[in-house]
Structure formats: C-alpha cells, structure tokens
C-alpha cells in the first residue's frame, strides 16, 4: 500500500491541523492506519491509530482528548484532526499501514513521506 501524507504547516500554539493520509493500492479493510511523529533530535513515536476490522482506535497519553484520528473508507483517507496544538507537538507526522493492532514504529511496514507540523508559541 502506498501512502501519501499531507496537511501539516505553521500555526499557533492552541490552534489546529487537520492531516490527511491517502492510500492507494490495497483497500482499509484489513489495514491498521496509524499517525506517528519525530520531533528533531528524537525517536519517532507513536501518535494515534485505528483499526477498519472492529473499528478499534487509540492514542498515546500525550495527545488524548486534543487529537482525533478518523477515516473515510470509501476514500481511502485517514485523517488527524490536531485542536489545542502546543510547541510540543511539531515534529514530522508520519502515517503507516499494516495488518497488526500495534504502537511499535516495527510493527508499521508501509509509510507516507511525512508532513512537518510547526506549533509557535
């Protein structure tokens, strides 16, 4: 599956994003999508994720109750609405598909190319 990322820019801190992932190739249905970022100097790390088979979605503490993941199937697009941004959060946000249910940066086989999400204070 190909992916291709897109969305990200300059706002400021307590404004929002939304980046969306376009896939091309397989269809969601057996797909876990998940949002990742590294921040520079740091390990890319684990955003957000959700799961077509059981519709199944969860995110790491950092971003809970501030970020939304959701999907549009019939589109192949994921997205990541981003509210209540803080300089904490820029980084390049990555999105990732694969088959198993995971958090682990590993576990992800197929990657769009990253958006940059600058968050001013």
């Known amino acids: 599956v190909q992916l291709q990322a897109s969305g990200g820019g300059v706002v400021q801190a307590g404004g929002s994003l939304r980046l969306s992932c376009a896939a091309s190739g397989r269809t969601f249905g057996d797909y876990v999508m998940g949002w990742f970022r590294q921040a520079a100097g740091k390990e890319r790390e684990f955003v957000a994720r959700?799961?077509?088979?059981?519709?199944?979605?969860s995110y790491s503490d950092s971003v809970k109750g501030r970020f939304t993941i959701s999907g549009n199937s019939a589109k192949n697009t994921v997205y990541l609405q981003m509210n209540s941004l803080k300089p904490e959060d820029t980084a390049v946000y990555y999105c990732?598909?694969?088959?198993?249910?995971?958090?682990?940066?590993?576990?992800?086989?197929?990657w769009g190319q990253g958006t940059l999400v600058t968050v001013s204070s």
């Open positions: 990732a598909a694969d088959k198993m249910y995971s958090t682990r940066v590993a576990d992800f086989g197929s």
């Open positions: 959700i799961s077509w088979n059981g519709y199944k979605i």
